[in-house]
């Protein structure tokens, strides 16, 4: 059974940092890179950070330069570095575990594994 878990979460000021990891266990054919999104309530889930597995990174542009995304294959555990957090950083934050998946003629790298979320609060 494949899950994913969450840690790091907390309350910090303005100013902060904080450290995410996201733990995963279980057999998982096919992967090609993770992510980390964010969501806060009434709003959809919003992609903050990816990283393929070759280390290739992406970063939306509200955490561009503030937050690094890194991860240990051999301990199967995914990282988000955040620094400066902002009070728009609040949110619940997810991770995902992406495979490649049959789309057509081709495959695409898409979100296939989810966490349960860890909740990141920042007070200004």
């Known amino acids: 059974q494949v899950r994913l878990v969450e840690s790091g979460g907390g309350s910090v000021q303005a100013g902060g940092s904080l450290k995410l990891s996201c733990v995963v266990s279980g057999y998982i054919s096919g992967r090609c890179g993770m992510a980390w999104y964010r969501q806060v309530p009434e709003k959809e889930r919003e992609l903050v950070s990816t990283?393929?597995?070759?280390?290739?990174?992406w970063y939306a542009d509200p955490v561009k330069g503030r937050f690094t995304i890194s991860q240990d294959n051999g301990k199967k555990t995914l990282y988000v570095q955040m620094n400066s957090l902002k009070s728009e950083d609040t949110a619940m934050y997810y991770c995902?575990?992406?495979?490649?998946?049959?789309?057509?003629?081709?495959?695409?790298?898409?979100?296939?594994?989810w966490g349960q979320g860890t909740q990141v609060t920042v007070s200004s």
């Open positions: 995902s575990q992406r495979v490649w998946t049959s789309s057509g003629l081709s495959s695409r790298c898409l979100d296939r594994y």
């Open positions: 990283i393929t597995s070759d280390d290739i990174t």
